[in-house]
């Protein structure tokens, strides 16, 4: 089936240690999204691309980066992760640039805890 | 400020009723609506999705209705199970080609 693979599902850190969390799609979908979700929060849009074009939400912190090298994988990168990063990070995409007549399909998260 | 609003964090009811869950939203025009559930440690998983000249929309037991007059969307479960149980999320495009918003969710849960 196609979908939407996050790795790993759970992600212990150090307090300022790196880390980097991963997705993949075999979906070739064009769009793909990183969002933040707290405990019985909204999910909230980190950045997304279509294609390459890289898109930064305004209120996105520094510490947060992004790569996509392919169509199908995608990275979320935490340069120095704090308390307030503890999160369940989703990914997912949606098949074009119409983003709003289509859905998105998400991957399962991982949850990151901060030591 | 714009603001996507669902009406309880959690809604109990009994196996067999009808749920009707609420999402309103303020200084938005989208012209489409999206509905997803989202289960526990998952991610949300897509439903429907209704356009602002469709009213109503229907899949087996679901319906929603979009009214761009009192800018609210219901979303309704007949027939309720538990396996029903559930956060049911509404999410909207503010404008253009913008990615949805989301709400918080309403978090359901179908008693037996």
């Known amino acids: 089936d196609a979908m939407v693979i996050q790795n790993p599902r759970y992600q212990v850190t150090q307090f300022g240690k790196p880390v980097t969390l991963s997705c993949s799609q075999t979906l070739n979908h064009n769009v793909m999204y990183w969002y933040q979700q707290k405990s019985s929060q909204a999910p909230k849009l980190l950045f997304h691309y279509y294609d390459k074009d890289f898109n930064n939400e305004a209120d996105t912190p520094d510490n947060f980066q992004s790569r996509r090298p392919n169509t199908s994988f995608c990275f979320l990168d935490i340069r120095s992760p704090g308390l307030g990063d503890a999160a369940m990070y989703l990914c997912?995409?949606?098949?074009?640039?119409?983003?709003?007549?289509?859905?998105?399909?998400f991957g399962d998260g991982t949850r990151l805890s901060i030591l | 400020s714009q603001k996507i609003e669902q009406n309880s964090e959690a809604l109990n009811i009994q196996e067999g009723k009808t749920a009707t869950l609420t999402c309103n939203y303020t200084?938005?025009?989208?012209?489409?609506l999206q509905w997803y559930r989202q289960d526990p440690g998952r991610g949300p998983v897509f439903l429907l999705l209704i356009r602002e000249n469709e009213k109503e929309k229907r899949k087996e037991r679901l319906k929603v209705t979009f009214d761009t007059t009192l800018k609210q969307s219901l979303f309704h479960i007949t027939a309720s199970q538990p396996a029903d149980s559930a956060t049911y999320l509404c999410a909207l495009a503010p404008s253009g080609n913008t990615p949805l918003v989301f709400g918080k969710g309403t978090r359901l849960s179908v008693i037996a």
């Open positions: 200084n938005y025009s989208p012209a489409y």
């Open positions: 997912a995409t949606s098949k074009d640039s119409d983003v709003r007549n289509q859905p998105q399909h």
